[in-house]
C-alpha cells in the first residue's frame, strides 16, 4: 500500500519467534576492528548519525540493546551531530503520539523490518545486507550481515495502532513510524 505522498507503507510484524535472536552483543572493541576492516556498506550504515551507529547517543551502546527512546529529548542527545551536520534521524511526541523519523542507507538488499516483540515493551528496526551460508543472520555476528536498532516503547504507546511508512530516494530511503498514544 502507498501512501498519498508516495510513501511505502510496512508492515510491523509481531510475530517474530526466532530464538536467540540478538543474543551476540556488539562490543566497542569488535565494533571498532569491525569498521576499520569493512567495506562501503558498513560505514554507510554505521556511520556517525545514522539510527543505526553504536555512537548515535554520544557514547558506546550496542544497537541490539533496547534503548529507551522516548524519555529523552532529541535537540539534548543529538546537538553536537545537528551542529556538525551529521544527523539523520529525528524523534518527538505530541500529545496523541511518539515519531521516529531517519534516513536509512541503501545498501545490499535494503529490506527495512520494523517488529515489536510479544510484550509489546520494544520495537526493532532491522535490515540485512549480506546473505548468511545457513542459519538467521541474526542469531550470531549480526553486524556482518545486517543492522538494528531497538527502542523501548513507552507505557502507553498503542502497538495496534502503529503504522511505519518508507519512501525511497536515489542514494537513501526515508523511515517514518508512528506509534499513538493510548488514552486511558
Not at 31 to 51: D, N, Q
Not at 104 to 122: C, F, M, R, S, T
Amino acid at each position: 500500500m502507498t501512501s498519498s505522498n508516495g510513501s511505502l507503507k510496512l508492515e510491523i510484524h509481531t510475530d517474530d519467534k526466532t530464538p536467540g535472536k540478538w543474543r551476540v552483543p556488539l562490543g566497542e572493541d569488535v565494533f571498532r576492528r569491525f569498521l576499520s576492516g569493512g567495506g562501503g556498506s558498513e560505514k554507510v550504515v554505521f556511520s556517525e548519525g545514522s539510527i543505526f551507529s553504536p555512537f548515535l547517543f554520544g557514547k558506546y551502546f550496542d544497537p541490539s540493546d533496547a534503548f529507551p527512546l522516548w524519555e529523552f529529548e532529541a535537540d539534548v542527545l543529538l546537538a553536537s551531530l545537528r551542529s556538525l551536520g551529521q544527523c539523520r534521524v529525528d524523534w518527538s511526541q505530541t500529545d496523541q503520539a511518539y515519531v521516529l523519523q531517519s534516513d536509512l542507507p541503501v545498501v545490499g538488499k535494503n529490506n527495512v523490518q520494523v517488529y515489536v516483540d510479544a510484550n509489546g515493551k520494544v520495537m526493532e528496526i532491522s535490515g540485512q545486507w549480506k546473505t548468511v551460508a545457513n542459519g538467521d543472520w541474526r542469531s550470531g555476528r549480526w553486524w556482518e550481515y545486517g543492522y538494528v536498532r531497538r527502542l523501548e516503547l513507552p507505557g502507553d504507546a498503542d502497538l495496534k495502532k502503529s503504522e511505519a511508512f518508507i519512501s525511497n530516494k536515489d542514494d537513501y530511503s526515508f523511515l517514518e513510524i508512528k506509534i499513538p498514544k493510548n488514552k486511558f
